[in-house]
């Protein structure tokens, strides 16, 4: 397995973990509009509770299946993709309020790993 993917899947796992377990009722300099916990900037993004629930399910499960990917490499890429796609949807929503680049920084950052992620696997 390549080692540049798993310091790429226990990177991204952890960012997930923290945001959607211990950060999630935190303000931070980089939620969406003026939204202070991971609720209130799905409210911002014009989203609705059935999404929230959604996706605070579905990020952290994926963050597992990426360091599950570690043992399982066939799942590796399926997981990368999806994780990607998450990403990819929080930097439209980021666009969509018109956030300050600052912003943007952790969602893109978080899915040029799992590009990278895709691309050395």
Known sequence: MNEVAILLQVFVALVIFNVWTFRSEKPSKYRGGS???????????GLSEKIFVYTSFAKPALAIALI??????????????AMAFFM??????????????????????????????VVVS
């Open 35 to 45: 939204a202070k916990t991971l609720r209130e900037e799905f409210v911002e993004f």
């Open 68 to 81: 599950v990917a570690i043992f399982v490499p066939i799942i590796t890429i399926p997981t990368a993709l």
């Open 88 to 117: 990819a949807s929080a930097l439209l929503m980021h666009y969509r309020v018109k956030d300050k680049f600052i912003k943007f920084i952790p969602a893109g950052i978080t899915f040029a790993c799992c590009v990278a992620i």
